[in-house]
Nanobody, 115 residues
């Protein structure tokens, strides 16, 4: 069974940085596109960033210039480097890998940014 495990969340002051990791197992990781989402209570899950199997990335406007998505296919790992964090970035961050309509989700990691 495919597993995705996120880590790297925590509590950080505004202006700080965190790097989230998403490790996949039991899957040919390099074939899949990857996305990071975030969710806060009462709000719809929001797509934050995504990277294709070929390495093309894009971002939601609110994180452009602050967040960087990357992948290491040899390590079956995706990353989300988050810089200049703001209180409004507080959320549970989840990774998703997907290919041809099949998707897998991790359990999420909490990011809390204090003002």
């Amino acid at each position: 069974q495919v597993q995705l495990v996120e880590s790297g969340g925590g509590l950080v002051q505004a202006g700080g940085s965190l790097r989230l990791s998403c490790v996949a197992s039991r899957i040919t990781f390099s074939m899949y596109d990857i996305a990071w989402y975030r969710q806060t209570p009462g709000k719809q899950r929001e797509l934050v960033a995504r990277i294709s199997e070929g390495g093309t990335s894009d971002y939601t406007d609110s994180v452009k210039g602050r967040f960087v998505i990357s992948r290491d296919n040899a390590e079956n790992t995706a990353y989300l480097q988050m810089n200049s964090l703001k209180p409004e970035d507080t959320a549970v961050y989840l990774c998703k890998i997907y290919l041809y309509g099949v998707s897998y989700w991790g359990q999420g990691t909490q990011v809390t940014v204090s003002s």
